[in-house]
């Protein structure tokens, strides 16, 4: 007795908990307007009563009878499991359920649930249960959209308010497994959910038999899924903030347990409703398909939008922040600013011709290009660029050296431990989306290195400051190179580079009305595509989860969905592209060849040089300079 009641006195002269939000914190996007779309708090006034009713009846019947604990239902619980020596029975009340959905993570051990203990204890000490019963149906997960005027909304396309008895059943039941019990998801699993729902309903005295049979047997009519709100992109974005959050070591961590933090973002709401239109238009026809999206201003690292999947609401893995793949030919930009700072100029030869690399020991290594493409020719380091030509990358890598693509990858903040290999020029090794926007924003920046990143300052409930972003733009890269560079990405959609070969991105240049650098990336499981001008920094990945193959469809949706966003997110401004430094010159060429253009040229165009590197008769061949094997076959 002595021990309850010091432990009651804790929970009242504790400080009150902040519940009014998800989490305990309040975010704000860019605008500093809050961001509400993530919980969407409807007072339990404005809810139907049936939602109320249902939720009591199947997750906590004594709700408004105990004071946090349950113990007859404990007891039955445990009696159950140690009589079947399995877990089968929880006794959680809604009052332990919201402590932890609030303030703990979801691990089954003893020191979780003492702290989940004291926190329900504190809840019921300083809350009725009218708040609390609010602010968990306010926060609860029904199939990865969190809180019931979302789930009204997204399931049924109306307000919590007006939601019937039959879909008020069926919506109750999603919370015990949201997974198991979607009806979108599995609807016979639902089905006999909601059937229980209602069975518990009758028998604690809130609807007559009558009811119970009428809401059984109503067929219930989902919202599509393309008129669906999608809240996966504003979930996701939450998800990487509060991420972010926990890494900042100047906020104490006393905060961060309790929570009344104010969190200003980078999130440009206009963007990341652009994003959220484009997966759901782009992406309807393949529910299986993933997406990882990042939208970002390239001058000073801010996150402005991302989708880390396509739908939140069947799975909650951001593939932003936790998923790393292989990049593809998207490495490629990194190995040619490398050449071009080794000497090598857009005009630079190597012949596209299938071949096999011999090395010591008779090792080989045998890439060959996409659908065995070749030009069997000597072509310029422009066209292997448009072509995405996978022998001039490997001749290139080789003559340079593998060390120093890695070397540079490094320079550009890639933390991940590449291997010197032949195929690394290929983009074999498997990087994470957020360090590939790092390193192609130093390209769009002009040369500057920085740090991606969804949040600006963090203040406590008073306002005082705990944490601002601070960048320090370091100049890491020759600004005339990366000009060049960029020149030579924006041919990835020019009509003088079709030859015996295409460029690239030329299906979607009618699409373009601007000018940009784009680069993608192909391998059997992954399509990437990462894009610029000075305003904005695009990168998308595709795929599947499960690593099973794509196809050429697959790279088509990927491209398709990043021109149609960047455009609609520029649609009002003029085409924002780079001054030409005063040590660049522009020559006419054959975009082939390399060689200087003349009358009879069949393909012109202007390539960048370093003054006193342009080509004037003849070009440069490095050919001889690597020792290959070529196949007679």
């Known amino acids: 007795m002595i021990l309850y009641a010091f432990v009651l006195a804790y929970a009242y002269l504790s400080p009150k908990l902040p519940i009014d939000t998800a989490n305990g914190y309040y975010l704000y996007d860019n605008t500093k307007a809050e961001i509400k779309e993530g919980t969407n708090w409807i007072s339990i006034k404005d809810m139907s009563p049936y939602i109320i009713d249902a939720t009591i009846a199947i997750e906590d019947k004594n709700f408004y009878n105990h004071q946090g604990f349950?113990?007859?239902?404990?007891?039955?619980?445990?009696?159950?499991?140690?009589?079947?020596?399995?877990?089968?029975?929880?006794?959680?009340?809604?009052?332990?359920?919201?402590?932890?959905?609030?303030?703990?993570?979801?691990?089954?051990?003893?020191?979780?649930?003492?702290?989940?203990?004291?926190?329900?204890?504190?809840?019921?000490?300083?809350?009725s249960k009218d708040e609390i019963l609010e602010g968990y149906l306010n926060t609860i997960n029904y199939g990865g959209i969190?809180?019931?005027?979302?789930?009204?909304?997204?399931?049924?396309?109306?307000?919590?308010?007006?939601?019937?008895l039959a879909e008020a059943s069926i919506l109750a039941g999603i919370p015990k497994s949201p997974s198991n019990y979607s009806p979108t998801q599995n609807p016979e699993a639902a089905k006999k959910r909601q059937q229980l729902i209602l069975e518990a309903m009758?028998?604690?005295?809130?609807?007559?038999e009558s009811e119970?049979?009428?809401?059984?047997?109503?067929?219930?009519?989902?919202?599509?899924?393309?008129?669906?709100?999608?809240?996966?992109?504003?979930?996701?974005?939450?998800?990487?903030v509060i991420s972010e959050l926990k890494t900042i070591k100047s906020i104490p961590n006393s905060f961060l347990e309790t929570g009344g933090l104010k969190i200003y973002t980078n999130l440009d709401m206009n963007a990341q409703s652009i994003l959220e239109d484009q997966i759901k238009d782009k992406m309807k026809n393949d529910e299986e398909l993933q997406i990882a999206?990042?939208?970002?201003?390239?001058?000073?690292?801010?996150?402005?939008?991302?989708?880390?999947?396509?739908?939140?609401?069947?799975?909650?893995?951001?593939?932003?922040?936790?998923?790393?793949?292989q990049v593809g030919s998207t490495m490629k930009p990194l190995l040619y600013y490398t050449a071009l700072e080794n000497g090598f100029t857009a005009s630079t030869t190597f012949t596209s011709e299938k071949t096999t690399f011999t090395f010591s020991e008779n090792k080989t290594y045998s890439p060959s290009n996409y659908n065995e493409t070749y030009g069997n020719k000597p072509i310029s380091m422009a066209?292997?660029?448009?072509?995405?030509?996978?022998?001039?990358?490997?001749?290139?890598?080789?003559?340079?050296?593998?060390?120093?693509?890695?070397?540079?990858?490094?320079?550009?903040?890639?933390?991940?431990?590449?291997?010197?290999?032949?195929?690394?020029?290929?983009g074999t090794n498997e990087i994470g989306i957020l360090d590939m926007m790092?390193?192609?924003?130093?390209?769009?920046?002009?040369?500057?290195?920085?740090?991606?990143?969804?949040?600006?300052?963090?203040?406590?409930?008073?306002?005082?400051?705990?944490?601002?972003?601070?960048?320090?733009?370091?100049?890491?890269?020759?600004?005339?190179?990366?000009?060049?560079?960029?020149?030579?990405?924006?041919?990835?959609?020019?009509?003088?580079?079709?030859?015996?070969?295409?460029?690239?991105?030329?299906?979607?240049?009618?699409?373009?009305?601007?000018?940009?650098?784009?680069?993608?990336?192909?391998?059997?499981?992954?399509?990437?595509?990462?894009?610029?001008?000075?305003?904005?920094?695009?990168?998308?990945?595709?795929?599947?989860?499960?690593?099973?193959?794509?196809?050429?469809?697959t790279g088509n949706v990927m491209k398709n969905l990043w021109v149609d966003t960047i455009e609609t997110y520029l649609k009002d401004k003029e085409s924002n592209w780079y001054k030409t430094p005063d040590n660049v010159v522009g020559v006419l060429v054959d975009p082939i060849t390399g060689l200087p253009a003349t009358e009879t040229s069949t393909h012109k165009q202007i390539f960048y040089y370093i003054k006193g590197t342009q080509p004037y008769s003849t070009n440069q061949d490095l050919e001889k300079s690597i020792e290959t094997f070529k196949e007679t076959n």
């Open 70 to 127: 349950d113990y007859l239902r404990i007891i039955k619980a445990l009696f159950i499991n140690a009589k079947n020596r399995k877990n089968l029975q929880g006794a959680s009340t809604i009052t332990q359920q919201y402590a932890k959905n609030l303030f703990l993570n979801f691990d089954k051990t003893w020191s979780r649930k003492i702290e989940e203990a004291f926190l329900t204890m504190r809840l019921e000490a300083h809350y």
């Open 146 to 164: 969190f809180g019931i005027e979302n789930a009204s909304n997204y399931y049924f396309n109306k307000s919590s308010k007006d939601l019937t």
């Open 202 to 208: 009758e028998k604690n005295g809130y609807i007559t």
């Open 212 to 240: 119970k049979e009428n809401a059984i047997n109503t067929e219930l009519i989902y919202t599509k899924t393309t008129e669906r709100k999608n809240l996966s992109t504003i979930m996701y974005y939450q998800d990487a």
């Open 293 to 325: 999206s990042v939208i970002m201003d390239p001058n000073n690292g801010n996150i402005l939008a991302i989708a880390g999947g396509r739908d939140y609401s069947t799975s909650q893995f951001n593939r932003v922040t936790n998923s790393k793949r």
């Open 383 to 426: 066209a292997a660029i448009a072509y995405s030509d996978n022998i001039y990358a490997v001749k290139t890598h080789l003559f340079l050296g593998e060390e120093n693509l890695v070397n540079f990858a490094k320079r550009l903040g890639i933390k991940e431990n590449l291997s010197p290999i032949p195929s690394l020029a290929l």
């Open 438 to 553: 790092r390193a192609y924003a130093s390209f769009a920046n002009e040369g500057y290195k920085i740090t991606p990143h969804f949040i600006t300052k963090v203040e406590d409930i008073e306002g005082n400051v705990l944490y601002e972003f601070k960048e320090e733009k370091e100049a890491i890269l020759n600004k005339s190179t990366v000009y060049i560079l960029n020149e030579l990405l924006a041919n990835s959609y020019s009509k003088e580079l079709i030859d015996y070969n295409y460029p690239t991105c030329i299906a979607i240049a009618p699409k373009i009305s601007k000018k940009y650098a784009i680069k993608t990336g192909t391998t059997n499981t992954d399509h990437l595509i990462f894009g610029y001008n000075k305003d904005v920094l695009i990168g998308v990945w595709m795929g599947y989860d499960d690593n099973r193959e794509t196809d050429v469809s």
